[in-house]
């Protein structure tokens, strides 16, 4: 049976466009990749994709020259791992300090690995992982 291979996109909603970009942009560090009326795409250290789009903005399907995207939406806060560096988590916590963003939980967990939660413009809540959080990881 064939496997997928990763996790290529990521998608979240939010109200105000412009300002989950500058967060994501400014706060997350990540690299732009597309910008529309309805979305903005970001990389994520190569490996992934973070979509935000503008919420209702994707319950109809959407054309495209090569065929139709589905709808598909998302209501309330939803949740997001971001992986990092052990040696990172210091300067995350000085990161989201200086920018007047609350860390909302600390996790250490028995593999090992730290979790560290916080909410996005949207109430989204997002974690910084270190490894040793899931096997493998």
Do not use: K, N, Q
């Not at 500058?22 to 309805?38: K, N, Q, W």
């Not at 139709?68 to 939406?73: A, E, L, M, R």
């Amino acid at each position: 049976m064939p496997r997928p291979t990763a996790i290529l996109e990521t998608v979240l909603y939010t109200d105000d466009l412009d300002r989950a970009a500058r967060f994501y942009e400014e706060v997350m560090g990540l690299a732009p990749l597309f910008s529309d009326a309805r979305m903005r795409a970001f990389d994520v250290a190569g490996r992934g994709v973070l979509l935000i789009f503008v919420r209702g903005a994707t319950r109809a399907p959407v054309p495209t020259p090569g065929g139709s995207i589905p709808p598909h939406d998302g209501s309330g806060p939803l949740h997001i791992a971001f992986a990092i560096a052990a040696d990172d988590l210091p300067a995350w916590r000085e990161t989201l300090a200086l920018r007047g963003i609350a860390i909302e939980s600390t996790v250490t967990w028995p593999r090992g690995g730290t979790s560290v939660y916080f909410r996005d413009p949207d109430g989204h809540c997002l974690e910084l992982a270190t490894p040793g959080l899931w096997p493998g990881y």
